[in-house]
């Protein structure tokens, strides 16, 4: 059985603030009174939150609202265009992570991963525990644990989708992957991430990477980047089956009218890494 680490518990207290914080926004609580819901002294809520995420919990709560995020969906293709236009790819510097990807061949999909081996590890993160999966061709899975899960459900998760794979635990390894994809090292080495999908599924989650942080998108914006505009209920399945969150930013999708919606690893997480992102984008 796990520990569970004052990292992971301070996390549970910012998504339990966030939440509260969304529910009251109309009669915009006082830092005492969050403070209080999250069994917190004010002056240590406040510190704990902004060491998270650089900005207090008003300001990023803003972040958060349909009108600001309506914006933001404007602004995104207007980047992603002038990317474009200019020829440059995900592995950009106007971008936050040198991420690149590749896919299993034909052959491996229809072996389901045999003979691949997969070294993983459970590690804290800003968003709360992590499961990781890396081999010697690149990530080949990370999630996020929700606040009540057992670590061997999601190992079972990752084991079910590469399963003919070989598995074997090694902490060490996957920490330094870890320090370096969520910016807690100086270290700014390129990304890779191996992925095991569809055509379809692959060419969606390669528009995913196009998107730079602190950005959001639409389901018919990531159709229309794959040239498929009419696939919008196909995107959507394909953004939700995405089995390497964050790197992969399938957080950034959100519905047209700027509400947030859904997420793989629960829509308070969603809300918590795209705030964070935001606040990180405008510090850069």
């Known amino acids: ?17 966030i939440r509260y914080l969304e529910e009251n926004f109309q009669h915009q609580p006082e830092l005492d009174e969050i403070a209080e819901k999250v069994h917190l002294s004010p002056f240590h809520f406040q510190r704990i ?33 002038a990317a474009e236009a200019a020829g440059l790819s995900s592995q950009s510097r106007i971008y936050d992570l040198f991420t690149t990807l590749e896919a299993v061949t034909p052959q491996e999909y229809k072996q389901h991963g045999a003979g691949i081996r997969v070294h993983y ?10 499961l990781i999966g890396i081999t010697d061709r690149g990530i080949c899975w990370l999630s996020f644990l ?35 994809i969520f910016n807690l090292t100086s270290v700014k080495q390129p990304l890779h991430v191996f992925v ?61 009218d700027g509400v947030l919606g859904e997420y793989r690893w629960s829509a308070t997480r969603k809300k918590s890494i795209i705030g964070w992102e935001m606040a990180k984008s405008i510090s850069q």
């Open 196 to 256: 095991k999908g569809t055509n379809f599924q692959i060419k969606v989650w390669e528009a995913l990477l196009r998107l730079p942080l602190g950005s959001v998108a639409t389901y018919q914006g990531i159709a229309e980047q794959i040239n498929n505009p009419k696939a919008m209920q196909a995107v959507g399945s394909a953004v939700g089956s995405n089995h390497i969150a964050y790197l992969i930013p399938c957080h950034r999708v959100i519905r047209k």
């Open 121 to 130: 590890g459970f590690h804290e993160t800003p968003f709360g525990l992590a």
């Open 1 to 17: 059985m796990m520990m569970i680490t004052e990292s992971n518990i301070n996390y549970q207290r910012i998504e339990q603030a």
């Open 49 to 81: 939150f902004t060491e998270w995420a650089g900005i207090s919990p008003k300001r990023f709560l803003q972040f958060l609202t349909v009108g600001f995020l309506k914006e933001k969906l404007s602004q995104t293709k207007n980047l992603i265009d």
């Open 146 to 180: 929700q606040a009540d899960e057992e670590p061997r459900t999601e190992l079972e998760k990752m084991k079910t989708h590469w399963n003919n794979s070989i598995f074997t635990e090694n902490n060490e390894a996957t920490q330094k992957t870890i320090e370096q």
